[in-house]
């Protein structure tokens, strides 16, 4: 895997004008704060907006961003996999917002959880309702046992089923007024 290039908001700043911003989280944490501009296509679909992001990169060069740095880091791996250059911004939309840079909100945006954080809260719940529910039944305590091995592989291979899983729920998806991935896709192309 190559190391993306990898932007601070101070970089950002200096040229935001001349990049074509994907933001890689899920609709619901696009929609409480993203950079500018930025185009909402999630991590788990990138693979789908190859084409569209081939041609945007043809035109202007490609910021991917996220909440830390972290996904985006992997959507320009991933592109890079298919020939597309982009950089990745450090720190992620947490770092330009403390930096005291402008994000958008959509209208009517509820506020989610990062997706790390709502990781931590399910995998913490349920290995504790594994270890409770082994005080009365032993073999509960498998639940804590079969968490505790996701997050080890999670660590290991850097991908994480229990956000892909998370990421389907109601509050993750798009608010009704945003726009759909195909829209997104259209835009980017035009």
Same mark, same amino acid.
């Given at each position: 895997?190559?190391?993306?290039t990898?932007?601070?908001?101070?970089q950002?700043?200096?040229?935001?004008?001349?990049?074509?911003?994907?933001?890689?989280?899920?609709?619901?944490e696009?929609?409480?704060?993203?950079?500018?501009? +930025?185009?909402? *296509?999630?991590?788990?679909? /990138? $693979?789908?907006? =190859?084409? !569209?992001?081939?041609? &945007?990169?043809?035109?202007?060069?490609?910021?991917?961003?996220?909440?830390?740095?972290?996904?985006?880091?992997?959507?320009?791996?991933?592109?890079? +996999?298919?020939? *597309?250059?982009?950089?990745? /911004? $450090?720190g992620? =939309?947490? !770092?330009?917002?403390? &930096?005291?840079?402008?994000?958008?909100?959509?209208?009517?945006?509820?506020?989610?959880?990062?997706?790390?954080?709502?990781?931590?809260?399910?995998?913490?719940?349920l290995?504790?309702?594994?270890? /409770?529910?082994?005080?009365?039944?032993?073999?509960?305590?498998?639940?804590?046992g079969?968490?505790?091995?996701?997050?080890?592989?999670?660590?290991?291979?850097?991908?994480?089923?229990?956000?892909?899983?998370?990421?389907?729920?109601?509050?993750?998806?798009?608010?009704?007024?945003?726009?759909?991935?195909?829209?997104?896709?259209?835009?980017l192309?035009?």
């Amino acid at each position: 895997m190559t190391t993306p290039t990898t932007l601070t908001p101070t970089q950002v700043t200096t040229r935001f004008g001349e990049y074509t911003v994907i933001d890689v989280r899920t609709p619901g944490e696009y929609a409480t704060g993203h950079l500018p501009g +930025a185009h909402n *296509i999630p991590l788990d679909r /990138l $693979d789908e907006a =190859t084409d !569209a992001l081939r041609n &945007a990169a043809r035109r202007t060069p490609l910021l991917i961003v996220c909440a830390s740095g972290t996904r985006s880091a992997k959507g320009c791996a991933q592109l890079a +996999a298919q020939g *597309i250059e982009a950089a990745t /911004l $450090d720190g992620g =939309t947490s !770092a330009w917002a403390a &930096a005291g840079h402008e994000v958008e909100r959509s209208a009517g945006a509820r506020a989610t959880w990062p997706m790390d954080r709502q990781v931590r809260l399910a995998a913490g719940a349920l290995v504790l309702i594994g270890f /409770l529910a082994g005080l009365a039944w032993s073999p509960a305590h498998w639940l804590s046992g079969a968490i505790g091995a996701g997050l080890v592989f999670s660590g290991v291979t850097n991908t994480c089923g229990m956000a892909a899983v998370l990421s389907k729920l109601p509050h993750n998806r798009n608010p009704e007024n945003a726009l759909s991935l195909q829209e997104t896709l259209l835009r980017l192309a035009g």
